[in-house]
């Protein structure tokens, strides 16, 4: 009899367990520090490969049409893919204007938690050096022309996409 009684409240405890411990950690919360992880090594190696070239050419920057296979040598192992790995579904993209010089991560259909973790990783990027905007201002967008602010998941933007998001990274120097 103690053996069945004992039966019943491990049952019970394991039952209980599963009702309310299970749904602590879901799918959302993985690809949300995923992606702030995935965004935050890129950022730094790109940054990291951007300087090095930087000071490697005389302070030259790479050019927009081939700043991968320019910089590519002077990332962490030297290959800028692995460095540099973009979230499902979105790019990395470099353009530079006049004294500027950026990288943006675009992408359409971003999911509700990708978006969450670029916000996540965004807030911890120095500086006031990134931000979140409908679109990379290499695509046409300006920042200085006042483009909408896209920082959270509920704010409402004027593409035509409302999935569409770019995180845009200003680079130093």
């Given at each position: 009899m103690f053996f069945v009684i004992s039966g019943i409240i491990a049952i019970a405890l394991f039952a209980t367990f599963m009702a309310?411990?299970?749904?602590?950690?879901?799918?959302?919360?993985?690809i949300?520090?995923?992606?702030h992880h995935t965004v935050q090594g890129a950022v730094g190696g790109?940054?990291?490969?951007?300087?090095?070239?930087r000071l490697?050419?005389?302070?030259?920057?790479?050019?927009?049409?081939?700043?991968r296979t320019e910089i590519?040598?002077?990332?962490?192992?030297?290959?800028?893919?692995?460095?540099?790995?973009?979230?499902p579904g979105m790019t990395w993209s470099y353009a530079v204007a006049s004294s500027k010089s950026w990288i943006c991560l675009s992408g359409t259909n971003v999911s509700k938690a990708i978006l969450e973790g670029l916000v996540s990783s965004m807030a911890s990027l120095s500086g006031g050096s990134a931000r979140i905007a409908e679109a990379c201002p290499a695509d046409g967008a300006s920042r200085a022309t006042g483009e909408s602010d896209c920082s959270s998941p509920?704010?409402?933007?004027?593409?035509?996409?409302?999935?569409s998001r770019a995180i845009?990274?200003?680079l130093q120097g």
């Open positions: 309310y411990g299970s749904g602590h950690i879901t799918t959302d919360a993985l949300r520090r995923q992606t790109i940054s990291a490969a951007f300087q090095a070239y490697a050419n005389g302070g030259a920057r790479p050019t927009q049409a081939g700043w590519a040598d002077y990332s962490p192992g030297r290959s800028l893919e692995s460095s540099a790995k973009a979230p509920e704010a409402v933007c004027t593409t035509t996409s409302p999935a845009v990274v200003y």
